[in-house]
């Protein structure tokens, strides 16, 4: 399943590839809500594969860690096509000039790719909410936005209060390609698996 989504990353990148290589990639990590998410081992991955991936040019730019010294910490995103987030922290790990920073930049046609844990991260930012479309924990609830989910092969959208994000038991499950004409999915056929199903509960509002 997490190679599944890890290939379409790749693809989701490569669609950049239509401009003049190299597209140069912020892999953003130094940081994640837990020893589960053990960054130091998962960016070497990230970044293996997208430079084997070829049209990518990847810098890895590591954040201040906890009780760090934030204040030189002050990233170019300008100088980069995308950012692929490998960074999960609380809203108060960065000041509002960083965040401004951040928004400038992808208001300005910017791109993001959150990767698994990353949209758990700061939870009360409205924008970033808005730029991940969906995510959970860190204190989401139903005041985030509603809870998504498939029924008789229709989109629902459920207020029903609860906390956002939960993990499921291993179990077999069907994955199911909904949306068959976009580029990244067409011509990908459904398929089994076998895992712990993540649930990511609540939709940020938009």
């Not at 999960?88 to 992808?106: G, N, T």
């Not at 139903?142 to 994000?165: C, F, H, N, R, V």
């Not at 580029?183 to 398929?191: A, E, L, Y």
Request: proline share 6%; no cysteine.
């Amino acid at each position: 399943m997490q190679r599944a989504l890890l290939g379409s990353l790749v693809v989701t990148l490569m669609m950049a590839a239509q401009a003049a290589p190299p597209i140069k990639v912020m892999l953003l990590d130094g940081e994640q809500g837990g020893p589960y998410h053990a960054w130091q081992e998962t960016t070497p991955y990230l970044k293996k594969m997208l430079d084997e991936a070829g049209p990518f040019q990847v810098e890895v730019v590591t954040a201040p860690p906890k009780g760090g010294d934030f204040s030189n910490f002050k990233p170019d995103f300008s100088k980069y096509k995308v950012v692929v987030s490998n960074y999960d922290v609380p809203d108060e790990r960065w000041s509002d000039e960083l965040k401004a920073s951040f928004e400038k930049y992808m208001n300005g046609g910017g791109g993001l790719v959150s990767v698994h844990a990353a949209d758990n991260a700061f939870p009360n930012w409205k924008a970033y909410n808005q730029m991940i479309g969906i995510g959970g924990w860190r204190g989401r609830t139903e005041k985030s936005g509603p809870y998504w989910y498939m029924k008789d092969g229709k989109l629902i959208s459920d207020q029903t209060p609860g906390s956002a994000g939960a993990h499921g038991a291993r179990l077999a499950f069907k994955v199911v390609n909904r949306v068959t004409d976009h580029p990244i999915t067409k011509g990908m056929s459904d398929f089994e698996a076998d895992d712990e199903l993540k649930v990511h509960d609540y939709v940020a509002r938009m």
